[in-house]
């Protein structure tokens, strides 16, 4: 019988070539992720050899800054000029980065070489996100919002597992050159298997709104990483940068009103349920990377865990993150509804944070897991669902700039939760250090508050316990300031519209949803 395509017989084929590109996708998203949890591992050795202590902060700093503020012209850059070119040219500045970072011999140019790791690290998960959204209808990406949360819980894992193993075995500069085999194998496959449409858009990129916009994130970046470290939070360096950040970002926003092609064009804010789902982003971003850095503290100080498999200390909550992302993934298919997830786990993420809050010196590991998987539940209900809606309240030609602008809200609230909450923390640890050890006290925490397991075992048992009191009371005061902020992800979660997901069953030709388009089919070669 001769071999003719039918519309029953091609669906057949679309599915196995997406998850070509899918996994892909997924390496690259891998990438992006490890890559600062593998290298914080491997930085004891990098200074050892390298020298220049008083500049290691830069070595992360440097990144994330040009991460941050590469994110949204990634987006815009890819809805302008065509999404496959512009994913595949940020891996390629990915990974020259991670070879010339592999290559430093002093660390000016190992901050140098991170930053140009970073520019290409802000058009990874944009990219990631925005080709499934142009590739799946949102009604079906749900399928795949599982492997997007394991691909997140994996790095979290074992990013620090990986990174000491690369070091003991070959060397901290294998750290930074393990990305070009897995970059080459994601880049080959997009390149063979990925087809979207060519475009060239006739108007020319806004730079004077990129301008403001990377002054506006870089200025906040730099107050959330140095205010309460580097300098007092009243200090004149922390204003000036706070004044530059406000100016830019006011000037960005009254520029984007008259740009031709607007870097963020802000008639996407127009959708309420994309407004809330930046804020909700933002939230999470907030609560979780702050929670990612405060439970392995408290596990290792208070409660006596090995730093050696850190990662393993978040399985509790990362497990449960996994499981709920699949399942609301599930549900939403099958179903199209999806106000419940963030409703549900915005509640859930309440009252985990308030369980974590109230944690103490006698809490059992036990009794701590329980309460990090409630969290879990909850960021697990989020963490997809914001980037679905998101996506599902533009137009196609939005794709990009809804991706970048979702996860630049993420970002930045990840940068404004470790900031604040560490003030906080910090602070809450020195004054009962001083309540109960005195003097000796505030002389252990004055460089800092926060102790590394060598550190520890060499203070007076008397001291010791003082610490993992104040370090308990730090945590107490951290979480409970994670649990009031979520309440605000709660009450965005209740005002959210159920528009229909596109791709979400059969329409009348007359009707039409408002601020959605219709999704063309996969545009992939099959295999």
């Not at 970072?101 to 990219?127: C, K, P, T």
């Not at 897995?182 to 004077?208: C, E, F, M, N």
Request: with cysteine; aromatic share 8%.
């Amino acid at each position: 019988m001769a071999d003719t395509k039918t519309p029953e017989t091609e669906p057949e084929k679309q599915p196995r070539s997406v998850r070509v590109v899918l996994l892909a996708l997924m390496i690259t998203m891998m990438l992006a992720m490890l890559d600062n949890m593998i290298v914080g591992t491997a930085m004891p050795t990098i200074v050892g050899e390298l020298g220049g202590l008083e500049h290691l902060s830069w070595v992360v700093t440097g990144y994330t800054l040009a991460t941050a503020a590469s994110t949204p012209l990634w987006g815009k850059i890819g809805d302008m000029y065509g999404r496959k070119g512009a994913f595949m040219t940020s891996i390629v500045i990915f990974l020259i980065g991670s070879a010339l970072s592999g290559m430093a011999q002093n660390m000016g140019e190992l901050i140098g070489f991170r930053a140009i790791q970073g520019l290409g690290a802000g058009g990874l998960m944009v990219g990631v996100m925005a080709i499934i959204g142009d590739l799946i209808p949102p009604r079906e990406r749900g399928k795949y919002q599982g492997m997007m949360a394991g691909v997140m819980a994996l790095a979290m894992i074992g990013g620090p597992l990986v990174g000491g193993t690369i070091t003991d075995n070959w060397g901290w500069r294998w750290s930074f050159y393990i990305n070009l085999p897995l970059g080459v194998v994601a880049l080959t496959a997009i390149s063979v298997v990925l087809h979207l449409p060519k475009k060239r858009s006739q108007s020319r990129i806004d730079y004077l709104g990129a301008g403001l916009l990377t002054l506006g994130i870089t200025s906040i970046v730099l107050v959330t990483t140095w205010g309460g470290s580097e300098y007092a939070w009243t200090s004149a360096r922390i204003m000036e940068l706070i004044a530059i950040g406000v100016a830019s970002l006011i000037g960005f926003v009254f520029w984007q009103t008259r740009a031709a092609e607007p870097v963020v064009p802000l008639h996407i804010f127009r959708s309420r349920n994309f407004t809330l789902m930046s804020l909700i982003g933002f939230i999470t971003g907030f609560v979780m990377f702050g929670a990612t850095l405060f439970l392995p503290l408290y596990q290792q100080s208070v409660q006596g865990a090995s730093a050696t498999n850190s990662g393993l200390l978040l399985l509790p909550m990362l497990g449960a993150m996994l499981v709920t992302s699949m399942v609301a993934g599930r549900v939403t298919t099958n179903s199209g509804k999806y106000k419940v997830f963030p409703v549900v786990g915005s509640v859930l993420m309440v009252i985990g944070l308030y369980l974590l809050s109230t944690m103490d010196t006698g809490t059992s590991r036990l009794t701590s897991g329980v309460f990090m998987a409630v969290v879990g539940l909850g960021m697990g209900c989020l963490m997809q669902i914001t980037m679905l809606v998101a996506q599902n309240s533009v137009e196609m030609k939005d794709m990009g700039v809804a991706s970048s602008s979702t996860t630049l809200f993420r970002t930045l609230g990840s940068s404004f939760g470790v900031a604040i909450m560490g003030a906080l923390f910090n602070n809450r640890v020195q004054d009962v250090m001083s309540e109960q050890a005195g003097a000796l006290g505030s002389k252990i925490t004055e460089r800092s508050a926060q102790l590394d397991a060598a550190s520890l075992a060499k203070l007076p048992v008397a001291a010791r316990e003082a610490y993992q009191h104040a370090v308990s009371a730090g945590t107490h005061t951290a979480f409970l300031l994670g649990a009031v902020v979520a309440i605000a992800a709660l009450v965005a979660a209740v005002f959210v519209k159920e528009v229909p997901l596109k791709g979400a069953g059969p329409q009348k030709a007359d009707e039409t949803t408002e601020g959605t388009a219709a999704v063309p089919p996969p545009m992939v070669e099959a295999v």
